[in-house]
């Protein structure tokens, strides 16, 4: 499973501007230092989505970072924020045991990542 979703998660990166390419990567190689040099450069970020998807990964309030998540995956109109929120929900739910919860977030990811594919090409 997760060498599945890694492939998945892979194919949105050469979709991704450099500095998108730079996020992502440092988020598939979970080089939270990086991530977290990355996140003090507000700079860096693309839009006020990928700032709240990256912020809440520091978050140290999981029912703030789901919040986050959640609203990005409602309301987001970058496909490959919404695709990394639904991703993260999906664990989060998973963990907590929340089988059914995780499964519709899952569905989400494999039903997108075709999607995902299309716009790369």
Same mark, same amino acid.
Request: no cysteine; proline share 0%.
């Given at each position: 499973? $997760? @060498?599945? $979703?890694?492939?998945? =998660? =892979?194919?949105?990166?050469?979709? #991704?501007?450099? +500095?998108?390419?730079? #996020?992502? &990567?440092?988020?598939?190689?979970? %080089?939270? $230092?990086? =991530?977290?040099?990355? +996140?003090?450069?507000? *700079? @860096? !970020?693309?839009?006020? %989505? &990928?700032?709240? !998807?990256?912020?809440?990964? !520091?978050? *140290?309030?999981?029912? &703030?970072?789901?919040?986050?998540?959640?609203?990005?995956?409602?309301?987001?109109?970058? #496909?490959?924020?919404?695709?990394?929120?639904?991703?993260?929900?999906?664990?989060?739910?998973?963990? *907590?045991?929340?089988?059914?919860?995780?499964? &519709?977030?899952?569905?989400?990811?494999?039903?997108? @990542?075709? %999607? @995902?594919?299309?716009? *790369?090409?």
């Amino acid at each position: 499973m $997760k @060498i599945l $979703k890694l492939i998945l =998660l =892979l194919g949105l990166f050469s979709a #991704l501007s450099a +500095q998108n390419k730079t #996020l992502l &990567e440092a988020y598939l190689d979970k %080089d939270f $230092k990086l =991530l977290a040099t990355l +996140q003090e450069q507000e *700079r @860096i !970020f693309t839009s006020d %989505d &990928e700032s709240s !998807f990256y912020r809440a990964l !520091f978050e *140290r309030d999981g029912d &703030e970072a789901v919040k986050t998540y959640k609203k990005l995956y409602r309301e987001s109109t970058q #496909l490959y924020l919404k695709y990394l929120a639904a991703d993260r929900l999906q664990d989060y739910y998973y963990a *907590r045991g929340y089988y059914t919860t995780a499964a &519709e977030y899952k569905q989400y990811v494999a039903d997108h @990542i075709r %999607d @995902i594919e299309i716009r *790369r090409s």
